[in-house]
């Protein structure tokens, strides 16, 4: 299998899934350096089985040159995850955001997890009697929107939609796509979040917690399963219920 952004944060959680149920896993990041730190906490964890290479997702040489690396230490792929993305934070409004940083979150998000699928369909799947699946990771920002976040938030929604496209053309020949929506997931970055904002955020949440990131691999091993060869086409929310209230219950009168 491959895991796109699988050297840190959520993408480590799920190769850390799929590597201990048996898969050997490829995955990428967006630097050597990056990729190489992903490794050694993998080492750490004697997590072995697992091949990693530097690749932006967004060129299409780099993403081939990652299909030839599958292709010559594995021969097959059966599994796809389009994990890795842009965050698009900082760009400030969208009065005064830069077109540019736009198109980088779309190159990546949309255009990159894309070119990943198209190849990995066209390389491995369609040439395989098992022809495999794909899970995509959106967000439930793509139908509750954040502030300052705009090329992000349009981008999940593009998956999104970009998932059910999929699902359509591909269910004909065998391949299901499938889309794991999370809300908010503790990554490195709640280590260094003031205490009083990361209980704010628990109180947002109706299940007061946060995922972790091996509650989004359970989910993304779901979907990658047999457990789910019905099912194609779906976005599957995994955010502590965020999603199903109208309001956080501190100002829900
Ligand atoms: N964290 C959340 O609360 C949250 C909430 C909802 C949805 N999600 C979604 O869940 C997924 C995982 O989130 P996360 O917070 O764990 O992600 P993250 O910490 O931001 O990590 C992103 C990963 O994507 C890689 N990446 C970025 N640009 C890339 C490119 N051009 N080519 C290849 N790899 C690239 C990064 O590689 P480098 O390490 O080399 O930069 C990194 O491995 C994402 O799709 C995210 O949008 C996250």
């Known amino acids: 299998m491959l895991v796109t952004g699988g050297n840190r944060n959520t993408g480590l959680d799920i190769?850390?899934?799929?590597?201990?149920?048996?898969?050997k896993v490829f995955m990428c990041g967006l630097s050597d350096e990056s990729t190489?730190?992903?490794?050694?906490?993998?080492?750490?964890r004697s997590l072995e089985c697992v091949v990693s290479q530097m690749c932006d997702i967004s060129d299409a040489n780099?993403?081939?040159?990652?299909?030839?690396?599958?292709?010559?230490?594995?021969g097959r792929l059966d599994i796809l995850v389009n994990n890795a993305a842009n965050q698009g934070i900082g760009h400030g409004?969208?009065?005064?955001?830069?077109?540019?940083?736009f198109h980088e979150v779309f190159n990546v998000n949309v255009i990159g997890a894309f070119q990943v699928t198209q190849m990995a369909c066209?390389?491995?799947?369609?040439?395989?009697?098992?022809?495999?699946?794909?899970?995509?990771l959106s967000s439930n920002t793509a139908r509750r929107a954040i502030r300052k976040r705009t090329a992000y938030c349009a981008s999940k929604g593009a998956i999104n939609s970009m998932v059910r496209a999929l699902a359509l053309d591909l269910a004909p020949l065998g391949i299901r796509v499938n889309c794991c929506a999370p809300g908010y997931i503790n990554t490195e970055r709640w280590d260094v979040l003031d205490p009083?904002?990361?209980?704010?955020?628990?109180?947002?949440?109706?299940?007061?917690?946060?995922?972790?990131g091996s509650d989004i691999a359970n989910v993304v091993a779901f979907l990658a399963s047999d457990d789910s060869a019905n099912m194609t086409g779906?976005?599957?929310t995994c955010d502590a219920g965020c999603s199903c209230q109208h309001m956080p219950e501190d100002v829900d009168f």
């Not at 409004?93 to 940083?101: I, Q, V, W």
């Open 234 to 236: 779906e976005i599957v």
């Open 62 to 74: 780099q993403v081939a040159a990652l299909f030839d690396t599958i292709e010559r230490e594995s």
């Open 15 to 23: 190769v850390e899934k799929f590597v201990r149920e048996g898969a």
């Open 122 to 136: 066209n390389r491995f799947f369609m040439k395989q009697e098992s022809r495999g699946c794909v899970v995509f």
């Open 36 to 44: 190489a730190k992903g490794m050694e906490v993998l080492k750490a």
């Open 93 to 101: 409004g969208p009065l005064e955001m830069d077109a540019a940083r």
């Open 196 to 212: 009083k904002i990361a209980a704010r955020r628990r109180l947002n949440c109706p299940l007061r917690k946060e995922a972790s």
